[in-house]
C-alpha cells in the first residue's frame, strides 16, 4: 500500500464509526480530496544553489505557486537591515524573513488578491522602494518583500523551507 492509499485507508477508518452508508458514500469525496500523486511529489523542492551567483534570482515552482530565492549581495543586506520597520504595514525585521541573509527565499504572489509582482525578472520594475511592484492596484514591497505602499496587507509569504548544506535549499 502506498502512501496515498494508507492515507485514505485512515481517513476511511476514521469515518468507520458512522453508519455503513454514509462511510460508503463518503469514499469519493475523501478520494477525491486526496493530492494526486504529482501534487505529494512537488510539496518538497529541492534546489542546487552553487550556480546561483549573488546578485541573481531564480523562480522555481512549488505546490502551484512561483518561489522566488534571491542571492542577496553585500549591499543588498545593508539595504535591506539598514531600516527600522517598526511603523511598516507588517513590521518585520529583514532577519525574521530570513534563515541565511545571502538567501531571500519568497512566495512571488501579491497578499492583496494574488497576482505575480513585477521585480523579480532583470529589467522589470522594482516599484517606489525598490523591491517589487504589483501593477494589478498598485502595491509596493521593499527589496526584502515587506509591503510599504498600495491596498497589499501583509509581506511577501515565506514558504517553509531549510538548508540541507551550504548549497541544497529545501523548499516544503
Ligand atoms: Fe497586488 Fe492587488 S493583487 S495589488
Not at 28 to 46: C, E, I, N, W
Not at 87 to 114: F, K, M, N, S
Not at 132 to 156: E, M, T, V, W
Request: glycine content about 10%.
Amino acid at each position: 500500500m502506498n502512501d496515498v492509499e494508507r492515507r485514505d485507508f485512515l481517513e476511511i477508518a476514521g469515518w468507520s464509526g458512522l453508519a455503513a452508508g454514509a462511510a460508503l458514500s463518503t469514499w469519493p469525496l475523501v478520494h477525491s480530496l486526496g493530492p494526486s500523486a504529482d501534487v505529494q511529489a512537488l510539496s518538497t523542492v529541492r534546489i542546487d544553489l552553487a550556480p546561483i551567483a549573488p546578485g541573481m534570482a531564480v523562480t522555481v515552482m512549488w505546490r502551484g505557486k512561483p518561489v522566488w530565492i534571491r542571492h542577496q549581495t553585500p549591499e543588498d543586506i545593508t539595504r535591506a537591515t539598514a531600516v527600522d520597520p517598526s511603523r511598516y504595514r507588517d513590521p518585520e525585521t529583514y532577519a525574521a524573513r530570513v534563515q541565511r541573509p545571502e538567501w531571500l527565499v519568497q512566495i512571488g504572489v501579491c497578499t492583496h488578491l494574488g497576482c505575480i509582482p513585477l521585480g523579480q525578472k532583470p529589467g522589470e520594475t522594482k516599484g517606489d522602494y525598490g523591491g517589487y511592484f504589483c501593477a494589478c492596484h498598485g502595491s509596493h514591497y521593499d527589496s526584502a518583500g515587506r509591503i510599504r505602499k498600495g491596498p497589499a496587507p501583509r509581506n511577501l509569504e515565506i514558504p517553509p523551507h531549510r538548508f540541507e548544506d551550504d548549497t541544497t535549499l529545501i523548499i516544503g
